[in-house]
């Protein structure tokens, strides 16, 4: 369960709502004209958030990675440096041109 809290409010009871938060653990959702904004949580759960959205993002990656393994596995290595050789050379060619 959470409490839900306007933002003039925590103002007022900072110190109340601190105390809860990290001695009971209860969550608080921060409104700001009754709209969510954010939320205070324990530290701890706060890193196990991060940890997790970590967790995601390297996942992501992964699936990425594998999906550029399957589509590039018909070309061989000789291939793919030829192909970004070119792409740098190219690259160098436009940035040269520039003023």
């Known amino acids: 369960m959470q409490k839900i809290i306007g933002v ?3 103002q ?3 110190r109340a709502v601190f ?3 990290t001695r009971d653990r209860m969550p608080y959702v921060l409104t700001r004209g009754s709209r969510p904004e954010a939320a205070i949580i324990p530290y701890d ?3 196990r958030f991060l940890t997790w959205k970590e967790q995601e993002v390297v996942a992501e ?3 990425a990675m594998l999906r550029l393994a399957e589509r590039n ?3 061989d ?3 793919i440096d030829a192909d970004v050789d070119a792409a740098v050379t190219e690259v160098r060619y436009q940035q040269a041109r520039q003023p």
């Open 73 to 75: 596995a018909n070309y």
């Open 12 to 14: 007022r009871s900072f």
């Open 19 to 21: 105390d809860e938060v």
């Open 45 to 47: 759960e706060f890193v």
């Open 77 to 79: 290595d000789d291939e």
């Open 61 to 63: 990656y992964d699936r």
């Open 8 to 10: 003039t409010e925590l």
